[in-house]
């Protein structure tokens, strides 16, 4: 157990809708990564927050935002789903943010979009 | 930008034989390097990583990799491996010294399976 947990674990919803990822760091982490697994794609980055400002993009699509909250926790919005936002969608948090930290992953949320 | 190549995409290996996962990296800038294992249905979890000094890496569960600068690689080993060890794993760099760029960079896993 990592230490970062990720809600729901599994989300099924049709094209053209509206869903958030929630994520809650481990205890005293700052900083929070959100990344994409898809078969074609592969681990993609997507976005990082540290204590509540967003600090780096990826590839995230303009119909995905993101924000990290007072008390840490993230979610990752997600919006007009096509078929091709199916994927596992990690977070991962880790202390400082800086690089070289240990990012710990939580443990995914699948996303089907039928 | 940088880049990672697991040259394997499949490693099938009998129960106690050793093991060599294959990385090579690709960067204009000073890198950490990084090995991560998938269990199924589960997150990554950090089985070691490189960040500076002794180039061989020791990690968790006996694994470990040995930076090398000059070939751009970061291999990972076993001197023997259990049915325990089937999983994918994930070789990952991100910048050393880019405040703001702390992101991993994954390559596309190798699937380790273990033969009994």
């Known amino acids: 157990d990592s230490g970062v947990t990720q809600t729901p674990k599994h989300l099924i919803t049709a094209t053209g809708q509206r869903v958030t990822l929630r994520c809650s760091p481990r205890s005293g982490d700052l900083s929070v990564y959100w990344y994409q697994q898809s078969l074609d794609q592969g681990l993609q980055f997507l976005i990082q927050y540290y204590n509540g400002e967003e600090r780096a993009k990826g590839n995230i699509l303009e119909r995905f935002s993101a924000q990290q909250f007072p008390d840490l926790h993230s979610e990752l919005n997600l919006s007009s789903l096509e078929l091709g936002d199916s994927a596992l969608y990690f977070c991962a948090s880790s202390s400082l943010g800086r690089a070289g930290d240990t990012q710990y992953f939580g443990p995914g949320t699948r996303l089907t979009v039928l | 930008a940088q880049s990672v190549t697991q040259l394997d995409s499949q490693v099938p290996v009998f129960e106690e034989a050793p093991v060599e996962l294959r990385c090579n990296y690709s960067?204009?800038?000073?890198?950490?390097l990084f090995w991560y294992v998938q269990y199924p249905n589960q997150g990554l979890q950090l089985l070691l990583k490189y960040l500076s000094g002794s180039t061989l890496v020791k990690g968790i569960n006996g694994f470990e990799a040995e930076f090398n600068k000059s070939q751009t690689s970061f291999h990972l080993r076993k001197p023997s491996v259990h049915i325990s060890d089937t999983a994918e794993y994930f070789c990952a760099v991100s910048e050393s010294s880019n405040f703001g760029n702390e992101k991993l960079t994954f390559g596309t896993g190798t699937r380790l399976t273990i033969i009994p």
């Open positions: 960067s204009s800038v000073s890198v950490y």
